[in-house]
């Protein structure tokens, strides 16, 4: 049976609009790799799915990784003599160095200003910056506001904890018809940063609770990780099932204005890669194309040569290429609703075909069929659409020798998979075609 057009009866503008809602919501939350910004993220997205949540305690080997101390923050700030607040984490959570150790003391400008990480580039904007596996202190403020701090006497108060605890991530399971997966994976540990990774969050949150109320054929999985260390943690703990895997994508920065992006996976043209790429060509918007790099998200993981997944990285605008980046400015002006439904729209588009994608084999092999009697030609002529079911039969018939997929027809014609697979389903019903149950090698 084919599947159901994931993209019917959905109102794609109320998504965005709620998706955005839901990164407004996480936007004040100071996450990290570990600790309680994470479990409260986590919390909320459980009101939306049913998440899984795993505690993995600090000091237990992860392959060549060590899951580190868990991270809390409470408060931080500096006053001058005056006691006067000038740097205070609670107006803005990127303020702190991330991961830094509790601080109480008094100090000069000189050794104040040795722990301030500023953007001179940017003087207004306030730049991310973390000290996970290095044991630090630090504040982050505008460049502005650094060239004007006086010489003073400075009350630095950081009331944060660095102790044994968990690294803790969520995951969602959505069981289809086959046990082989789609995984779908972005990153948790970012605090008020939106397209990075906040779009990620949001984007799989939606897409997870939209296909949760589908049949499938794949079974799907969520995972809700810190970057880096939680794949690598996902990958340890899970190595006896990670060969279910047959199509994922990292998703990341996906809510900004830019172009797509897509990462390939490490494979080169896995069917997630060719689909991705289908769905783009087909989708009238502005797009990009690039290799597998091992650098960027945790597809270095999933894509690393003892795994070597068929993972792809789907983003609007990558990181690092946009000013905004790691820095304040990455906030809820860059991300906009509509940006976010565009990107849920192409998402769906990828599991359809995923969804749909089979072999068949021509009944009637010697010479076209003739279409006419059969009902399949339609008599009116020149209409686009009309032409075009006419040529997708015939691409069908054609290559469904037993060698093409629906996805190689569509990429060989140039027409859309929809079509493609709206041929088939006609050429089937009147037998002209059969499926090709047998082990479909892609
Ligand atoms: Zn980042």
Redesign the pocket.
């Known amino acids: 049976m084919n599947k159901e057009n994931l993209k019917t009866g959905i109102d794609i503008d109320e998504i965005g609009r709620e998706m955005y809602r839901l990164m407004s919501e996480l936007f004040p939350i100071c996450r990290s790799i570990t600790g309680n910004g994470v479990r409260k993220t986590l919390h909320i997205i459980k009101k939306h799915i049913p998440l899984m949540v795993h505690d993995v305690p600090t000091g237990t080997q992860v392959f060549d990784w060590t899951i580190p101390k868990e991270w809390n923050i409470v408060n931080a700030y500096v006053k001058n003599s005056k006691g006067e607040k000038i740097i205070d984490f609670t107006k803005n959570n990127l303020h702190i160095l991330n991961y830094s150790v509790p601080v109480k003391k008094k100090i000069s400008l000189k050794e104040l200003k040795e722990h301030l990480f500023t953007l001179p580039e940017y003087p207004d904007w306030i730049p ?1 910056r973390t000290s996970y596996y290095k044991e630090n202190w630090g504040f982050c403020i505008s460049h502005n506001q650094f060239i004007d701090l006086r010489e003073d006497e400075y009350e630095v108060f950081i009331d944060s904890s660095l102790e044994d605890g968990c690294l803790t991530y969520g995951e969602y399971y959505i069981k289809g018809e086959k046990t082989e997966e789609v995984l779908i994976s972005c ?1 948790t540990c ?1 605090p008020s ?1 939106c397209n ?2 906040l779009s990620g969050i949001v984007l799989s949150v939606f897409l997870a609770k939209h296909l949760s109320q589908k049949s499938l054929k794949y079974s799907y999985r969520f995972l809700f990780i810190p ?1 880096t260390i939680g794949s690598i943690t996902w990958l340890c703990l899970n190595e006896s099932n990670v060969s279910k895997v047959k199509h994922g994508l990292v998703v ?1 920065c996906i809510g900004d204005a830019g172009k797509f992006t897509y990462k390939r996976s490490r494979q080169d043209r896995a069917e997630i890669d060719r689909t991705v790429i289908n769905v783009l060509r087909n989708s009238g918007t502005d797009f990009e194309i690039i290799d597998f790099i091992p650098f960027g998200y945790d597809e270095r993981q999933y894509c690393s040569p003892g795994f070597n997944l068929p993972v792809g990285c789907l983003m609007r605008t990558p ?1 690092g290429r946009y000013p905004e ?2 820095t304040s400015a990455d906030n809820l002006n860059l991300v906009q609703p509509e940006y976010m439904a565009e990107s849920f729209s192409i998402f769906l588009s990828v599991f359809n075909i995923l969804e749909n994608n089979k072999k068949y084999i021509n009944q009637n092999p010697k010479c076209e069929p003739q279409l006419g009697k059969r009902g399949l030609y339609q008599m009116l002529g020149g209409q686009k659409d009309v032409k075009e079911k006419e040529f997708s039969m015939l691409w069908v018939l054609n290559l469904s020798d037993g060698r093409n997929t629906l996805l190689d027809i569509s990429d060989k014609s140039g027409l859309r998979f929809d079509l493609i697979k709206d041929a088939a389903e006609a050429l089937l019903a009147c037998g002209l075609l059969k499926e090709d149950i047998g082990k479909v090698a892609f």
């Open positions: 991310y990153h970012h940063l990075d990774n970057g990341a990181h980046y790691h």
